[in-house]
């Protein structure tokens, strides 16, 4: 249990990938703050938790919103008294082209996806000093492939890996590590989004699964493991850092 006693703030972890990093931290020992905009999702995620004898608080939170921030900053804080490891998870997709892209539309994954990473860091920063403590931010390997029709997202997620850099850089000497995973297709929510936006839906699951090398779309439990070890002293001398946990995306070949 060498998580035992620290504290992790995951955003977005009512489901999907962030779910699996709160279920993964809990079960190596860790007291968990489970952040969603959707609190009864966080609270399934918190009970989930307890029946595998862990701990963890749902708490509401809407990362675009500075006072909501504010408000897990507190909560946690009052809860547990410090913070170790933040994991700036959430996010929203929206699939459309640029063209097709409302003004709304772009603000709201700008201020979600590259707000939230902002908002939250910033935040939880006076407390991550005190801790020594790091920053996952998790990005997308649509920061490096460019893929139809998601224009928004893609430009999101090539932010947060410019952000985690400049995070890294500039609070290294305070003790704080900041990373960033890119995953690839995940058999989470934001994943079967896109593939509900589809003409075909199976068949664009089975076509994306396609194009990694590993022939098949990844599980949430697979980037929650990254996570735990970018958030690890296993990781202690990386920042600065994306990881890519793609199953060799873009070089995937249908069997001859």
Same mark, same amino acid.
Request: with cysteine; hydrophobic share 45%; net charge neutral.
């Given at each position: 249990?060498?998580?035992?006693?620290? #504290?992790?703030?995951?955003? *977005?972890?009512?489901?999907?990938?962030?779910?699996?990093? /709160?279920?993964?931290?809990?079960?190596?020992?860790?007291?968990?703050?489970?952040?969603?905009?959707?609190?009864?999702?966080?609270?399934? #995620?918190?009970?989930?938790?307890?029946? +595998?004898?862990?701990? *963890?608080?749902?708490? %509401?939170?809407?990362?675009?919103?500075?006072?909501?921030?504010?408000? &897990?900053?507190?909560?946690?804080?009052?809860?547990? +008294?410090?913070? =170790?490891?933040?994991?700036?998870?959430?996010?929203?997709?929206?699939?459309? #082209?640029?063209?097709?892209?409302?003004?709304?539309?772009?603000? /709201?994954?700008?201020?979600?996806?590259?707000?939230?990473?902002?908002?939250? @860091?910033?935040?939880?920063? !006076?407390?991550?000093?005190? @801790?020594?403590?790091?920053?996952?931010?998790?990005?997308?390997?649509?920061? %490096?492939?460019?893929? !139809?029709?998601?224009?928004? %997202?893609?430009?999101?997620? /090539?932010?947060?890996?410019?952000? #985690?850099?400049?995070? /890294?850089? =500039?609070?290294?000497?305070? +003790?704080? $590590?900041?990373?960033?995973?890119?995953?690839? %297709?995940? =058999?989470?929510? &934001?994943?079967? +989004?896109?593939?509900?936006?589809?003409?075909?839906?199976?068949?664009?699951?089975?076509?994306?699964?396609?194009?990694?090398?590993?022939? $098949?779309?990844?599980?949430?439990?697979?980037?929650?493991?990254?996570?735990?070890?970018?958030?690890?002293?296993?990781? @202690?001398?990386?920042?600065?850092?994306?990881?890519?946990?793609?199953?060799?995306?873009? @070089?995937? &070949?249908? !069997?001859?």
């Amino acid at each position: 249990m060498k998580w035992k006693d620290r #504290t992790v703030v995951i955003t *977005g972890s009512g489901s999907g990938i962030g779910r699996a990093c /709160a279920l993964a931290f809990a079960k190596a020992g860790a007291t968990v703050v489970v952040a969603d905009r959707n609190l009864p999702a966080a609270q399934d #995620t918190v009970a989930r938790i307890k029946e +595998g004898g862990g701990e *963890g608080l749902a708490v %509401y939170a809407d990362v675009a919103d500075p006072t909501s921030v504010a408000g &897990l900053v507190e909560t946690t804080i009052k809860a547990f +008294g410090k913070i =170790d490891t933040l994991v700036n998870n959430a996010a929203i997709q929206i699939n459309k #082209t640029v063209a097709d892209t409302s003004f709304e539309e772009w603000n /709201a994954q700008m201020a979600v996806n590259v707000g939230g990473v902002f908002l939250c @860091s910033k935040l939880f920063l !006076p407390y991550l000093r005190t @801790s020594r403590g790091n920053i996952v931010n998790m990005s997308s390997v649509n920061g %490096y492939f460019v893929e !139809p029709s998601c224009a928004g %997202y893609c430009a999101t997620k /090539a932010a947060i890996m410019g952000l #985690t850099k400049a995070m /890294a850089i =500039d609070h290294g000497h305070e +003790g704080i $590590r900041v990373n960033c995973i890119c995953p690839g %297709y995940i =058999d989470a929510g &934001l994943a079967e +989004g896109y593939f509900q936006s589809q003409a075909n839906p199976a068949q664009a699951r089975k076509d994306a699964g396609k194009l990694h090398a590993l022939w $098949r779309i990844g599980k949430a439990e697979e980037v929650a493991q990254v996570a735990i070890f970018l958030a690890s002293e296993e990781a @202690s001398f990386v920042t600065g850092s994306a990881y890519v946990v793609d199953g060799g995306f873009g @070089s995937g &070949l249908p !069997p001859k």
